[in-house]
């Protein structure tokens, strides 16, 4: 439990400074130092589980938290990639959003609010991910259940 929100990040930290544990739950990553702290526990071989507010389209477009999916990095490319591109989306651009990095976390869960018996699960965090800053819809698996019924439905789709 952390005392103050604003520690939650050094809280993190101390864990698996002093703990070594083989897995830490986090509520509500939504802060930058925070995701840093997620950085050093994954680096350091520990399996985070963790909640932050949005989809996963949500958290590439926000600066602060994004790092949790790999981070996303402006290039600039060369004038013959620029020109080839231009000739399937129209528009000459030397300049493309990226993925930084990898995923701190191995399985994206999205929950929307106010819809109890389904979730979206993204498999591969860093392929969609580059999905989405390719301006493409990005895979999941759509996992309902029906309490009358008392069965799980999956669905294939994309987002």
């Known amino acids: 439990m952390v005392p103050e929100l604003d520690k939650q990040a050094d809280v993190m930290i ?3 400074q002093n703990h070594t544990p083989h ?18 526990c ?10 932050a507010h ?27 990639q620029a020109l080839g591109e231009s000739m399937i989306s129209g528009r000459f651009n ?11 976390f191995d399985v994206v869960i999205e929950l929307q609010s106010g819809v ?16 989405i800053l390719e301006g493409r819809r990005y895979e999941t698996h ?3 259940f029906d309490p009358d019924l008392g069965r799980m439905s999956f669905v294939f789709e994309k987002r």
Do not use: W, Y
């Open 14 to 16: 101390e864990c698996v």
């Open 94 to 104: 030397k300049l493309r959003s990226q993925r930084a990095g990898r995923p701190i």
């Open 116 to 131: 109890h018996n389904e979730c979206r699960i993204v498999v591969n965090p860093g392929q969609a991910v580059d999905d």
């Open 142 to 144: 759509r996992r309902r």
């Open 42 to 51: 994954k680096n350091r071989g520990v399996r985070m589980v963790a909640t």
């Open 23 to 40: 897995c830490i739950l986090v509520d509500e990553i939504g802060r930058t130092r925070e995701v840093f702290a997620a950085e050093t």
């Open 54 to 80: 949005g989809d996963l389209r949500t958290l590439v477009e926000n600066k602060a938290l994004n790092r949790l999916v790999g981070g996303v990095e402006t290039v600039a490319i060369g004038d013959a």
